[in-house]
């Protein structure tokens, strides 16, 4: 879960072990999203 915020935010992991389980859950779900519009604006469907 750590790894996914920290690739999509740059997060060092002293910042990640201050994250509460829940707030860890939301920023989980931001950071996955945050991915797939990167991937997408990199990798825009032709035609």
């Known amino acids: 879960m750590q790894e996914v915020?920290?690739?999509a935010y740059g997060?060092?992991?002293d910042v990640l072990d201050d994250l509460t389980l829940d707030?860890?859950?939301v920023w989980q779900a931001?950071?996955?999203e945050r991915i797939d519009?990167?991937?997408r604006?990199?990798?825009p469907?032709?035609?």
């Open 30 to 32: 931001r950071a996955k």
């Open 5 to 7: 915020i920290a690739f």
């Open 11 to 13: 997060w060092t992991p």
């Open 45 to 47: 469907l032709i035609g």
């Open 23 to 25: 707030q860890m859950e």
């Open 37 to 39: 519009f990167m991937g």
């Open 41 to 43: 604006a990199r990798c």
